[in-house]
């Protein structure tokens, strides 16, 4: 019911989880018209996870989470690959370099922490007891 009161009106669409290769984190619910092409809603979902147009190949899953489709060309509407609500967009980040590899997005034990010695912090005007 909550599909449908999002539902754009007058245009068919759809709500799909998009998920993401490189951002094991990520998950969304996100609506898009079967009629944008694949490459709107590439667009749409860089936006969303910062994986480029260029650099995205997105999969489509039923709501068994059985690969259902490649959408590989992006001149096509999205509904010519017939998806369901429920159904999941997974974006494959194919750049190595990307801002999304790495797990650093993620991951906050790969941030460099400040740290000061005992000592030093001694030294300070305004420290905490």
């Known amino acids: 019911m909550a599909s449908r009161?999002?539902?754009i009106e007058g245009d068919e669409s759809v709500l799909l989880r998009v998920t993401h290769s490189n951002l094991?984190?990520?998950?969304?619910d996100v609506r898009f018209s079967l009629q944008m092409s694949v490459e709107s809603v590439k667009?749409?979902?860089?936006r969303k996870c910062g994986t480029s147009?260029?650099?995205?190949s997105l999969q489509l899953y039923d709501d068994a989470n059985t690969k259902f489709s490649d959408?590989?060309?992006?001149?096509?509407p999205?509904?010519?690959y017939s998806p369901l609500d429920g159904y999941?967009?997974?974006?494959i980040?194919?750049?190595?370099?990307?801002?999304t590899s790495g797990g650093w997005l993620e991951d906050t034990s790969l941030v460099e922490k400040y740290s000061i010695s005992e000592e030093e912090y001694s030294k300070r005007d305004g420290k905490f007891p």
């Open 5 to 7: 009161l999002q539902q």
């Open 24 to 28: 094991k984190s990520f998950s969304a």
């Open 43 to 46: 667009e749409k979902l860089w």
């Open 53 to 56: 147009v260029d650099s995205m």
């Open 71 to 76: 959408l590989s060309d992006n001149s096509r």
């Open 78 to 80: 999205l509904g010519f």
């Open 88 to 91: 999941r967009l997974h974006v």
């Open 93 to 99: 980040d194919l750049d190595p370099s990307s801002v």
